[in-house]
């Protein structure tokens, strides 16, 4: 019996080539991860001193092909410059009627499997449905909870803002009471100086002076000085009074400030210009003031009737205030009772799901049950029912030799089905959309070359008309022939080629094929179908040699011309030795060749033909 085969290698023989293996986190020396002693180091050099190890063939082919060395995979495959060798090691001691056996064991399995989970998937159905009613329920106590937190932020809201109206109001309150007593001690003053300049008036006034009114006019000139002083003073003070009284300045107006403003100039001059004329003024002034101060009274009043106003708004925004605050404690009330019940909720959903995954282990634990077995215990009373379910599970806790992952290989089996089924969806649209795009551009190809064809035929018939006066030509296209009729189907594959008609002298005749054509008629024809091409696709530039050397003198000249007028939008470059292409021509070169070397040099039109006519043959 072959036993294997031995390969002895001398160590002092042996000089293994020092290999490079590549910087990769995806390549590994194989003779690093090896444990050996360090004296037949050259002998596992020589082994394995150029095998890398790397995760996929794809890996190791790149880098058997770049850097000569062997790549193997975990798996057991194997590659190198040669090929790859793919399959690792296979065990032969199994059967193949043991591997039959095992696929019917399997099958019947994997069927009772999927009967246990129809069943598991109705019981999970059920389960789901009444989850779902529990999840509904949840939604609209959520829902109902959203909405009273958004009324209550809405309530919170709208204190906030009748809060910030009070303080405004309570600040208002304020500022006029302040006014009002500033204005009740300027009425006051007012008062006393009114008494005081009425007494004045009352007292009679001489309109001559004796002289003990004038000396007891000169006694009271430095008592009117003491008291202008002291006007100046009271002058100050109201300046300062005025100035506190800026608050109320928007509601009584600039008018009345102003005219006190002019009454206190007017008092001060008529006071230093003419004393009695002074007081006059004073009255009259005074009057005014008066008047103003009762204006200022009646505004005054207005604006403890706005603040009463104001006040009794205040006392209506506080009772709504309250019936908010009620309203937000019954809804907090609510609330409160909602959460209850939705942790209650939750508490019962959390109970049916460990119910749930308790059944499901159970139905798991059960296996595949025939349908008799569940008409037989449809009647039967749920005590009953649980006595034999516990000793049915005794039972079957002495076989434990089941597949309990049948199941789930099952769940996995059929999402990969699935899978494949979607991809293959997916593969047979992304097909149709390849198919019929390939059919949209082979219709635009078809239209594509028949324009295009069109077109040329177009060009050539009037191109060799023109070189032609009195023939005519035209391209035919051929198609493919079964067997002696002539395919009608005018589809672009069934054309095999292009073929051209052409009748040099007569107009009407059929016209002959290009085998039957002479060689100047030929070298016409293709010139013709140059033109035409050039006509369709026009380029910028033309390189013609010697295209009249087979043609005759009148074709030339038609050439000739044809030239001509097509060079305004390209250039053309023609070497001839006939004279006829010199009659249009734009610039003339000259080609000598003069010891074993040609010279080009610019030439006229006189030097260029007789440089033909020297060349012609005599």
Do not use: W
């Not at 009373?381 to 806790?397: R, T, Y």
């Not at 190809?445 to 060009?459: G, H, L």
């Not at 030097?607 to 060349?615: G, L, R």
Request: one cysteine or more.
């Amino acid at each position: 019996m072959k036993q294997g085969r031995l390969t002895f290698m001398p160590l002092n023989r042996l000089r293994p080539s020092a290999a490079t293996y590549p910087e990769a986190s995806d390549a590994i020396p194989m003779i690093e991860r090896l444990q050996f002693d360090r004296r037949y180091m050259r002998a596992f050099q020589q082994v394995f001193g150029k095998t890398i190890i790397c995760p996929s063939l794809d890996v190791g082919s790149g880098y058997a092909r770049t850097m000569n060395l062997t790549a193997v995979t975990l798996e057991g495959d194997k590659v190198d410059r040669r090929g790859e060798l793919m399959g690792g090691f296979v065990s032969r001691k199994g059967s193949r009627l043991e591997a039959a056996r095992s696929l019917v064991q399997i099958r019947n399995r994997v069927q009772a499997a999927d009967s246990q989970a129809k069943q598991a998937l109705a019981a999970l159905a059920t389960l789901d449905q009444e989850i779902t009613a529990v999840h509904s329920e949840l939604q609209m106590l959520g829902a109902r909870v959203v909405q009273a937190g958004n009324d209550r932020a809405n309530a919170k809201q709208e204190l906030r803002q009748l809060l910030k109206e009070e303080a405004d109001a309570r600040l208002f309150y304020e500022d006029a009471e302040k006014s009002l007593a500033l204005m009740r001690t300027q009425q006051r003053s007012a008062e006393l100086e009114l008494d005081a300049l009425q007494a004045e008036l009352k007292a009679p006034f001489a309109q001559g002076i004796s002289a003990e009114e004038r000396a007891e006019l000169e006694r009271l000139v430095p008592a009117v000085d003491a008291q202008s002083a002291e006007l100046a003073k009271l002058t100050s003070a109201r300046a300062n009074f005025e100035a506190r009284r800026n608050a109320l300045q928007s509601e009584l107006g600039l008018g009345l400030r102003m005219q006190l403003e002019e009454a206190q100039r007017q008092l001060e001059q008529a006071t230093a210009e003419n004393p009695d004329r002074a007081i006059g003024e004073h009255s009259r002034e005074l009057g005014r003031v008066s008047k103003a101060q009762d204006d200022a009274a009646e505004r005054l009043a207005e604006v403890h009737r706005d603040i009463e106003d104001k006040t009794r708004d205040i006392a209506d925004l506080e009772r709504q205030l309250a019936d908010t605050n009620a309203v937000l404690e019954a809804e907090s009330r609510g609330v409160q009772h909602e959460m209850e019940q939705l942790e209650k909720c939750l508490a019962q959903r959390n109970l049916y799901v460990q119910k749930k995954s308790e059944y499901t282990r159970n139905i798991q634990d059960l296996g595949v049950l025939p349908e008799e077995a569940f008409a037989s215990v449809s009647r039967v009373q749920l005590p009953k029912l649980a006595k034999k379910l516990h000793k049915v599970n005794e039972k079957l806790k002495k076989f434990g030799h089941v597949n309990k992952k049948a199941f789930e290989q099952y769940s996995v089996f059929a999402r990969q089905r699935e899978g494949i089924r979607q991809r293959k969806q997916e593969l047979d649209q992304s097909a149709a959309s390849i198919e019929e795009l390939i059919e949209v551009l082979d219709q635009r190809k078809d239209e594509a070359i028949e324009r295009t064809f069109k077109q040329v035929s177009k060009y050539f018939s009037e191109v060799f008309e023109r070189l032609v006066p009195a023939g005519r030509g035209a391209l035919v296209m051929q198609r493919r022939v079964d067997g002696d009729a002539m395919d009608t189907d005018a589809s672009v594959e069934n054309y095999i080629g292009v073929a051209i008609r052409v009748s040099f002298n007569s107009k009407t005749d059929e016209g002959l094929r290009m085998q039957q054509l002479s060689g100047g008629q030929k070298s016409l024809v293709a010139l013709a179908l140059i033109f035409a091409i050039q006509r369709c696709d026009p380029a910028p530039f033309y390189l013609f040699d010697e295209i009249d050397a087979n043609l005759d003198a009148v074709y030339r000249t038609a050439v000739a011309d044809m030239i001509y007028d097509l060079s305004r939008s390209s250039q053309f470059v023609t070497t001839t030795f006939r004279p006829e292409m010199l009659a249009h021509a734009d610039k003339f070169y000259g080609v000598t060749f003069e010891n074993k070397v040609s010279h080009v040099s610019t030439i006229t039109q006189a030097a260029a033909v007789s440089f033909i006519e020297e060349a012609q043959p005599s």
